[in-house]
């Protein structure tokens, strides 16, 4: 049998790049080696830089995963952030650091301010926030009152409106079927913002 030519293989391993970015995961330089067999790390290097001059690819060096599709000058740019674990909406929690992969947003921001959870628990239903709904969280200390935030009581976290009272702070259920935490000010630690919902359908 013949070699395959260096085109097709290239097309092949730009497909498998942009079917990983589209889907927050993009793998490194060693994955695309892994992926086509390739003998050494420096032949999938080359395939894809070649995507680069090309123009299919974009690039960070300063990044270990930094291989992306390029953006349109009209296009508003995209960054990846981290999906960090779990965090209940319901009763309260433990929060669950499990790392779980990178999700694509639009850019709002430095990237290093933003984290997605995946949400738990049905007391966030009457602002769609659904079992299994990833937020997208914007890193800050301070919220507004109706904002829906990721907050901290103890070792523990949930996703709640946000209604300052005073020295007390009430985190809100969206749900009739919870009720509302009531807490000292000082006890709760707000990790962020929730900025954006995403839900993938089975």
Do not use: C
């Not at 730009?14 to 892994?34: D, I, M, S, Y």
């Not at 830089?49 to 740019?77: C, T």
């Not at 694509?104 to 239903?125: I, K, N």
């Amino acid at each position: 049998m013949g070699r395959t030519p260096a085109g097709e293989t290239r097309n092949r391993v730009f497909a498998f790049v942009r079917t990983r970015l589209l889907a927050g995961q993009p793998p490194t330089v060693r994955e695309v080696q892994e992926a086509f067999g390739f003998r050494a790390v420096g032949t999938a290097r080359q395939h894809l830089e070649q995507l680069v001059a090309q123009g299919r690819l974009a690039v960070d060096r300063h990044r270990a995963r930094g291989y992306r599709l390029p953006l349109s000058a009209a296009a508003q740019p995209a960054v990846l952030v981290p999906v960090l674990g779990r965090v209940p909406a319901g009763a309260r929690d433990a929060a669950i650091e499990d790392p779980d992969g990178y999700l694509p947003v639009d850019a709002r921001g430095a990237a290093d301010d933003l984290f997605a959870l995946r949400v738990r628990g049905e007391s966030m239903t009457g602002v769609g926030i659904l079992p299994g709904d990833l937020v997208i969280v914007r890193r800050q200390p301070i919220a507004a009152s109706g904002d829906v935030v990721v907050a901290l009581v103890g070792d523990e976290a949930t996703v709640k409106t946000f209604r300052p009272r005073g020295r007390q702070v009430e985190l809100h259920p969206e749900n009739p079927a919870f009720e509302p935490l009531v807490l000292d000010a000082a006890t709760v630690v707000l990790l962020g913002k929730v900025i954006e919902v995403r839900r993938f359908l089975p």
